[in-house]
């Protein structure tokens, strides 16, 4: 059985839902405005005749034809990076500012720490971490490619994450490093929404892997709130349609840490729905509502979930 079909109850067009999740997924570019302006970048591909549409939230997310990102030399200097369309909703959503610290839970392969870091003008501190040291090697040829200099990696599992070496840290007194402004958790999970660029992932689904990664991910978000300043904001976002994974972390953390469920901007174009405050035989704080889930078929992308959390105290 199509794992996918146990969603039915939560979308409102089954059929379309499926058969979007069949399609293979546009090819989409982000301008790296480190680099390059929209306009440039733009001028780049029209000289280079590659054929692309504007996305119609964002300027500097392009839809490309045919899948020529990577093969362009506006790629190789830099300007564009090769993102998945519904991916550059986390940060957008967290929008980071200049001059903030910012830490990046789950970097690797870095497309969300590149665009965070365009979107602070390259200047702060942002530490982009992840627990799989081979995966940090593309963030750091990424970060390189997209020229960001503002960028501190590290290797650590981040449910125990510390800075010790920019201060000592005991939960009355975070280490120097660990008061951060803002904190993304693009967090590790069953990958359901990529199934339209691996298919790989529906066959490989089991219900046991769901619930392991939700440990994990309950684990992550906790520190990810433990180490945000009091008014600053953690995101929390999965590319899978499971609640177990998503309203159901949100849900825990929520119970057990000193934040809040806030909306956020999406952009009006972006058709998205409301977090669900039921799922099979659980119930969820009704503040997950404020997180949005995007299905493939409401804008011709893979599936998503973001939520966006301001910390207390
Ligand atoms: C969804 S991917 C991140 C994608 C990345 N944010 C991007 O936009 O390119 C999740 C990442 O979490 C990492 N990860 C898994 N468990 C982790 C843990 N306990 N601590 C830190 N990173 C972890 C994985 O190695 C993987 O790179």
């Known amino acids: ?25 546009p090819s989409v570019v982000r301008v790296n405005t480190i680099k390059t302006t929209v ?39 830099g300007w564009l990076h090769g993102q998945e369309e519904v991916s550059a909703l986390p940060a957008i959503a967290l929008d980071p500012q200049p001059g903030e610290r910012v830490w990046d839970t789950c970097a690797a392969p870095g497309s969300k ?3 965070i870091a365009a979107m ?18 593309a963030l750091r040829h990424n970060a390189e490619r997209l020229g960001v200099t ?29 008061q951060f402004d803002r904190v993304l958790v693009d967090a590790p999970c069953s990958c359901e929404g990529t199934c339209r660029k691996n298919p ?25 709130v433990q180490v945000t300043k009091p008014g600053g904001s953690v995101v929390y976002s999965t590319c899978t349609f499971a609640p177990e994974e998503n309203e159901a972390v949100l849900d825990f953390v929520l119970e057990r840490e000193d934040c809040e469920l806030v909306e956020w901007d999406v952009p009006d174009a972006f ?31 893979g599936g998503f979930f973001t939520a966006k959390l301001e910390v207390q105290s």
């Open 1 to 25: 059985m199509n794992p996918l079909q146990r969603y039915a109850p939560l979308v409102d067009d089954e059929e379309a839902f499926l058969e979007a999740c069949e399609r293979p997924l």
């Open 39 to 77: 306009e440039r970048a733009r001028e780049a591909l029209d000289d280079e005749g590659v054929a692309y549409e504007q996305t119609d939230w964002h300027p500097g997310i392009l839809k490309l034809e045919d899948s020529t990102a990577g093969t362009n030399w506006p790629y190789f200097h």
């Open 113 to 115: 720490t590149t665009q």
């Open 120 to 137: 602070m003008n390259d200047e702060g501190v942002l530490v982009g971490n992840d627990n799989n040291l081979g995966r940090l090697s």
């Open 150 to 178: 503002n960028l501190v990696v590290t290797n650590q599992d981040a449910r125990n994450f510390s800075m010790k070496p920019f201060g000592e840290q005991t939960p009355e007194k975070p280490g120097a490093f660990e």
């Open 200 to 224: 790989d992932v529906l066959d490989e689904w089991t219900m046991n892997h769901v619930q392991s990664v939700a440990g994990i991910q309950k684990g992550i978000l906790r520190r990810a």
């Open 271 to 301: 058709e998205t729905s409301p977090g669900v405050t039921e799922w099979e035989d659980d119930e969820y704080d009704p503040s997950v509502t404020k997180a949005r889930r995007v299905y493939p078929h409401q804008n011709d992308t």
